[in-house]
């Protein structure tokens, strides 16, 4: 993936002073929010190629700002390797499935620093590829490469949900999932049955949200932190059905195997999930069971233990919320 050159806040910052223009005729001229270019020119937030090509025209810059912003891209050997297999997918050898999986890697990543409508023009084009090429690959390296389709499904579940397609984004989860058990990747089935749970959750719809997510537990084979997630989440879709005892039981039963995950490492499917995440459903749980001082604990502790280009992403906002809500209460 090509990298932003650090000086581009300053540069953008530069530009826009040297015209005369404030933050607010920034957003008249180009209608980006004066929130999201000061991020830009703090360095917090990378923008899209799109997005860098509009300021560019409105500060009369003559390109200068699109060269400092390349678009995610792999190396010429890989892009070579890539366009030989989407004419013949049975030159599918594992360099190229790596490929694909690194320009997949690089999508997610930039998922924390930009939004899903910046983000899907670049990443569509490649999902279709990856899933066209696993419907036709043969040979060894098949499973592989049908496992990073499965995970390009997920993903791509993940932006259609962040645009409100939500029936689209549901049924996007629920093929990854069968896709990634037909390939054993049980922790990447689980995660997208978590998916799946947490739509439930922001639809209101507990039943299904709890549904999901014991299905994402039991999924034989799934790593442990993904079991203890989906096991929390279980006992928070409990308590918002107003089942508070079984939700405590449910939540017990997680909580005894918490301590026991602090060693485990993150999986390939999962940068993201490691043991201080799950202080993030363990303190939303608490909050619905009437414990706030307990789940404002979770909650800032999860927030806390976020790397740094983490914690100002659109997802934090309901963990930010919930936390406001549990001190609130406290």
């Known amino acids: 993936m090509g990298q932003v050159d650090p000086l581009f806040g300053r540069r953008l910052r530069e530009l826009r002073e040297a015209a005369g223009l404030s933050l607010r005729d920034m957003y008249r001229l180009s209608r980006v929010s004066k929130s999201l270019l000061s991020e830009y020119e703090n360095g917090r937030r990378r923008p899209s190629a799109e997005r860098v090509e509009l300021l560019d025209e409105c500060l009369d810059a003559g390109g200068a700002l699109a060269g400092m912003v390349p678009e995610p891209a792999p190396s010429a050997a890989d892009a070579d390797r890539i366009e030989r297999a ?25 998922d924390d620093t930009m939004t899903a409508g910046e983000l899907w023009p670049i990443a569509a084009p490649s999902h279709d590829l990856v899933v066209g090429l696993a419907h036709d690959v043969r040979g060894r390296h098949a499973d592989a490469l049908r496992t990073v389709a499965a995970e390009s499904l997920q993903f791509l579940g993940w932006l259609h949900s962040q645009l409100g397609h939500y029936a689209r984004a549901d049924r996007l989860w629920s093929e990854s ?57 279980t006992a928070h879709g409990l308590a918002l059905m107003g089942e508070h005892r079984d939700a405590v039981a449910v939540l017990h039963q997680a909580q005894d195997t918490i301590t026991a995950a602090d060693d485990t490492s993150p999986d390939e499917f999962a940068y993201w999930l490691t043991p201080t995440w799950l202080r993030f459903p363990l303190g939303l749980a608490l909050l619905e069971l009437g414990q706030p001082a ?34 609130g209460a406290t």
Not at 191 to 219: C, D, I, N
Not at 307 to 327: H, I, V
């Open 86 to 110: 989407a004419a013949s997918p049975r030159l599918v050898d594992r360099q190229t499935v790596e490929a694909l999986a690194g320009v997949l890697a690089s999508h997610r990543r930039l």
């Open 294 to 327: 307990e789940a404002a604990q979770n909650l800032s502790a999860g927030l806390a233990g976020l790397p740094d280009d983490q914690r100002e992403t659109n997802w934090t906002t309901q963990y930010k919320r919930a936390l406001a809500d549990a001190q």
């Open 177 to 233: 999932a069968t896709r990634a058990e037909s390939v054993d990747a049980a922790s990447l089935a689980s995660q997208s049955r978590r998916f799946r749970g947490s739509l439930a959750w922001e639809r209101k719809r507990p039943a299904t949200m709890v549904q999901h997510y014991q299905h994402a537990a039991a999924t034989p084979g799934a790593g442990r932190l993904h079991q203890i997630d989906a096991t929390i989440r």
